[in-house]
């Protein structure tokens, strides 16, 4: 049999660095739109996006701010759009999936359970801050509870099930796919599923290729085909878990959202080098890359002709 494809997803902006950790995160309308485009132009067939506010950087999660690049990626570009529905920590899940109901993408995240969260030790790397949200944001990180309760995943489903929007259903901790597995039975997710493994968030389960093995041979157990899967390792872990992903069957995802790094001490200068780098790393290993209509087919997807934006 033919190996499947690799699909590299590039998170472009997230919700967990600020400006001042680097100056290539972007956070208007224009950059997050042309470095959307330029990482898809490197190989990235599935781009996950968030909002910030155009004027300090910070996490936003209202659809104008969103509104001010979709449209623009897509008569760029024909890489599918993949929405958060994380948001702020701080944030309900009726205004979480709030742009997700308005653009109607293609994808959307769907976190899988409620965790600590928090990356409050970046606070102690910076002297100074180039926004005044930004530290207290950052410390206070320590407080935060991501919510993800069994209520909230079912209004979620339940709101956007109409939309036939594809989920990438983030795991954070091998726990999250039996809250998935149950999910199921329910009837709230139909296969096949398209599961991330999310490693090295603080809170959440370490970036140990051991942890990657146990959180696949898990998932095996429970969906059998019926599922996808990539790998997001966060931080230092971001190239060396997704090449192993990649060389156990698996998608990947890196981007500035999850690492803000090239290498070893060395910041990346824009998510398409992030995403060059990887491909370089999986076609040098014997894979093939996705092209973007190949992930629709690998991930199910409804197809770029059926989004409002």
Known sequence: MARQKTVITCAITGAIHTPTMSDALPYTADDIASQALAAAEAGASVLHLHARNPENGAVSIDPDNFAAFLPRIKQATDAVVNLSTGGSL???????????????????????????????????????????????????SDTYIFRNTFADIQNAANQLAPHD????HECYD?????????CMDIGLFKAPIFI???FGILGGIGPEVDNLIFMKRTADRLF??????????????????????????GNV???LEDSLFISRGKLAESNAQQ??????????????VASPDEAR????????DRVNF
């Not at 091998?174 to 149950?182: A, D, E, M, R, S």
């Not at 087919?297 to 770029?304: P, S, V, Y």
């Open 174 to 182: 091998v726990g999250h796919l039996y809250n998935l597995k149950f």
């Open 297 to 304: 087919e690998i991930l199910a997807l409804k197809g770029g």
């Open 196 to 198: 991330q493994f999310i």
């Open 253 to 255: 995802r890196v981007g």
């Open 165 to 168: 929007i594809k989920f990438e």
């Open 275 to 288: 995403v060059a780098k990887i491909r370089r790393i999986v076609e040098d290993l014997g894979c093939e």
């Open 90 to 140: 701080t944030n309900t899940i009726d205004e979480r999936i709030a742009p997700a109901l308005k653009f109607s993408p293609e994808m959307c995240s769907m976190n899988m359970g409620s965790m600590n969260f928090s990356f409050h030790p970046l606070a102690k790397r910076y002297d100074e801050f180039k926004f005044d949200w930004e530290k207290a944001y950052i410390e206070n």
């Open 224 to 249: 059998g085909d019926n599922y996808r899967w990539s790998v997001l390792g966060a931080g230092g872990s971001q190239m060396s878990l997704a090449t192993t992903a990649s060389q156990m069957g």
